[in-house]
């Protein structure tokens, strides 16, 4: 079988290696010379994917991906970090590849992911890095309530059609903050073209007070990276990205780029309503 999926605006005819149906979604990876992909629900014409190059495998090939390090220029040294959904683990194996020594919890809901990822994209576990196959939320809940904290965390938690509704919500955002210290980053991945825009923007900016907003002109794709305390000045993540450049190099990251592209200022609609676990009407708003 073949697909045909979209990469930076250009289509490919991809040769389907695997696809199965699991108890959320249509899992398919797809193979095109040197890169192997990993959608979600493609019969539906979805461009998300996780993608790598096979004969280089530290390359992080979106932009989205090389973004979620950025809270790196907050967070330089995380000693623990949590991330929510695998995708075909590309995140994950990067921390692990630059923090070792770090403990990193990774909570994917659906088992045949992690499978996949296993079989298809060399993800593993280590010694330091555990996958629990989970509801993100309830997860974060209960680490809340036994008083766990972590240094960095990354919502990339992503249903096929959106990002969960049951976390885009003040409530959820509220217990994640209860995970989080002062000196805690918080990396999430959703997007710039989303009618959920403004009221994600709303709901963020109400939970955290200030966020740093970060889009990138070749992508669809925006991050909020957040912290329970202040923002630092922009010299301080400057003088951070020239520390941590180097190292990033290998995998794409062109962190050094990264400060001037933080924003504080807000581009979206402030009267519009923030989503709770009582209004969020993703369904009606969705549409990117």
């Known amino acids: 079988m073949f697909v045909l999926f979209s990469l930076n ?5 991809a040769e389907t290696i695997h696809e199965e149906r699991s108890k959320y979604r249509d899992i398919t990876v797809t193979e095109v010379g040197d890169r192997r992909c990993l959608l979600f629900n493609v019969h ?6 996780t993608c790598m190059v096979l004969n280089d495998r530290d390359k992080l090939v979106f932009d989205y991906t090389r973004m979620s390090f950025a809270g790196l220029l907050l967070q330089p040294e995380p000693e623990s970090i949590l991330i929510i959904g695998l995708g075909g683990g590309s995140i994950p194996m990067t921390f692990s590849d630059l923090f070792p020594t770090a403990t990193i919890d990774v909570i994917e809901i659906d088992d045949a992911v992690v499978k996949v990822a296993e079989e298809y994209f060399y ?18 809940k209960r680490a809340g309530i036994r008083g766990e904290k972590y240094d960095y965390i990354v919502l990339d938690a992503f249903s096929g059609d959106y990002i969960p509704e049951h976390m885009l919500t003040r409530e959820f955002l509220e217990e994640v903050k209860m995970i989080m210290t002062e000196e805690s980053v918080l990396v999430a991945n959703t997007f710039s073209t989303s009618r959920l825009y403004d009221h994600e923007s709303v709901t963020y900016q109400r939970a955290f007070e200030e966020f740093y907003n970060f889009k990138l002109p070749t ?9 329970l305390g202040l923002l630092p000045p922009r010299d301080q993540l400057v003088a951070e990205s020239r520390l941590l450049g180097p190292e990033l190099e290998k995998y794409g990251i062109t962190l050094t780029d990264y400060p001037r592209r933080l924003t504080t200022r807000a581009d979206w609609d402030m009267s519009r309503r923030e989503l709770t676990d009582q209004y969020s009407p993703g369904n009606l708003l969705r549409g990117n």
């Open 44 to 49: 539906r014409g979805d461009r998300n994917q």
């Open 9 to 13: 605006s250009t289509n490919f005819i």
């Open 123 to 140: 993800f593993n576990e280590t010694q330091n890095m555990t996958v629990y196959v989970d509801d993100g939320r309830p997860f974060i």
């Open 219 to 227: 992508s669809g794709n925006r991050i909020i990276i957040a912290r």
